[in-house]
């Protein structure tokens, strides 16, 4: 069965950094493109980054260019994304979702990033 | 970027209604278009691709349609398990803007 799990969600105030980790099985990871996709209380889905499967191609969206950075590892089925400079607005559930090309799936369950004094 | 916007953004309906819920995209994005259910406190699960491919396992009372800026979702006979938030998404080009949502509420 195919699985994407996260962890390093926490409560993180503002200006401060958090590294959100993903694991992945059931397929095989360094096939795939891997995306981070947030969703703020009470509000929609917001598309976060892209890393290709070779990490050759990187995507971010505007709100968070220049302050999170996306990698992976193929090694060990992992995707992550350090977040930096977090601000009030950065507060969200942050899902890991595998790309194949027309649509995302599977997503990880999320983890909820909180960032407030 | 590509802005997509659903309507309505809420819908009140009942067991059984034909429901169809309309996604429109700033520019032509062919049918590079999915479409998502996601229940409160859940990752959201893909129902359509391609715009109008259904999902392996996802009941057929759900069907997609559309091309280039006009898309929409359709449940032919809304089920108790069918009240949830529904998004489209992009996927012409990044970012990978999804629709505001459309809440399906119980009417």
């Known amino acids: 069965e195919m699985q994407l799990v996260e962890s390093g969600g926490g409560l993180v105030q503002p200006g401060g950094s958090l590294r959100l980790s993903c694991a992945a099985s059931?397929?095989?990871?360094?096939?795939?493109?891997m995306n981070w996709v947030r969703q703020a209380p009470g509000k929609g889905l917001e598309w976060v980054s892209y890393?290709?499967?070779?990490?050759?191609?990187?995507y971010y969206a505007d709100s968070v260019k220049g302050r999170f950075t996306i990698s992976r590892d193929n090694t060990k089925n992992s995707l992550y994304l350090q977040m930096n400079s977090l601000r009030a607005e950065d507060t969200a559930v942050y899902y890991c979702?595998?790309?194949?090309?027309?649509?995302?799936?599977?997503w990880g369950q999320g983890t909820l990033v909180t960032v407030s004094s | 970027d590509i802005q997509m916007t659903q309507s309505p953004s809420t819908l009140s309906a009942s067991v059984g209604d034909r429901v169809t819920i309309t996604c429109r995209a700033s520019?032509?994005?062919?049918?590079?278009l999915a479409w998502y259910q996601q229940k409160p406190g859940k990752a959201p699960k893909v129902l359509i691709y391609?715009?109008?491919s259904l999902e392996s396992g996802v009941p057929s009372r759900f069907s997609g349609s559309g091309s280039g800026t006009e898309f929409t979702l359709t449940i032919s006979s809304l089920q108790p398990d069918d009240f949830a938030t529904y998004y489209c998404?992009?996927?012409?080009?990044?970012?990978?803007?999804f629709g505001q949502g459309t809440k399906v509420e119980i009417k």
């Open positions: 391609k715009a109008s």
């Open positions: 890393i290709s499967s070779s990490s050759s191609t990187i």
């Open positions: 998404q992009q996927y012409n080009s990044y970012p990978r803007t």
């Open positions: 059931g397929f095989t990871f360094s096939n795939y493109g």
């Open positions: 520019q032509s994005i062919s049918s590079w």
């Open positions: 979702a595998r790309d194949i090309g027309v649509e995302f799936d599977p």
